[in-house]
């Protein structure tokens, strides 16, 4: 069993979907957990960051954590176009980051 | 603002051909790291420095080393490419080894 695990999609959504990705992971001991947005070509961007279970809401995005059933999920409002891209999530513990291997996310127009 | 540069963009080598991959960062990171990324794998990590001076060994650090040439700049060496080396390589910094990691736009590498 890998320590991350992430369906890698694709997943096609029509514009202005509500988008759910999700990541489970077996390590108990991740504290931190983020989400990065990979463009095509282009490297991974950090766009949320978090410590403690539940949720935390940025603009039009939320993550979510469940540290008792290991799981973490990311939600989009709204979806748009530009938010076609892959997603991935990454964990932390100690100064190990550890990452998923990203679900591919289409949003058509 | 560039925070991570990395070059070339792109190249092909010949098997057992060497090639060093350059990262620099303007951000005043401490932290830096080198990740190759392959199809269903995810980023797994080859090296990281967590400061000037000092460099460690990843998950995947076998036919590759590094150099952390000032606070700045941390290059990636392969003396002898091989074909399971082709990859997207990317480099990353942190202001410290447990803070989020900012990426570059990666060396894409393929060795015939």
């Known amino acids: 069993q890998k320590e991350v695990e992430q369906d890698p999609g694709p997943l096609s959504v029509p514009e202005g979907a509500i988008v759910s990705l999700n990541c489970t992971y077996s390590n108990s001991a991740f504290q931190y957990f983020m989400w990065y947005r990979q463009y095509s070509r282009k490297g991974p961007e950090l766009l949320m960051y978090?410590?403690?279970?539940g949720n935390k809401e940025d603009g039009r995005f939320t993550a979510q954590v469940d540290k008792s059933s290991k799981y973490i999920s990311l939600f989009i409002r709204d979806s748009q176009p530009s938010d076609s891209a892959t997603y991935l999530c990454?964990?932390?513990?100690?100064?190990?980051?550890?990452f998923g291997p990203g679900t591919r996310l289409s949003v058509l127009p | 603002n560039a925070g991570v540069t990395q070059t070339p963009k792109f190249q092909v080598l010949k098997t057992g051909q060497s090639m060093t991959l350059q990262c620099a960062q303007d951000m005043n990171h401490n932290s830096m790291y080198w990740y190759r990324q392959d199809p269903g794998m995810g980023l797994r990590l080859i090296y990281y420095?967590?400061?000037?001076?000092?460099?460690d060994k990843g998950e995947v650090p076998n036919g590759y080393n590094v150099s952390r040439l000032n606070k700045r700049e941390f290059s990636l060496r392969l003396e002898s490419a091989a074909p399971s080396q082709t990859s997207v390589y990317f480099c990353?910094?942190?202001?410290?080894?447990?803070?989020?990691?900012?990426f570059g736009d990666g060396t894409r590498l393929s060795i015939l």
């Open positions: 990454a964990m932390r513990y100690g100064q190990n980051f550890v």
């Open positions: 990353a910094s942190g202001r410290e080894l447990n803070q989020p990691q900012h």
């Open positions: 420095s967590a400061s000037e001076g000092t460099t």
């Open positions: 978090t410590y403690s279970s």
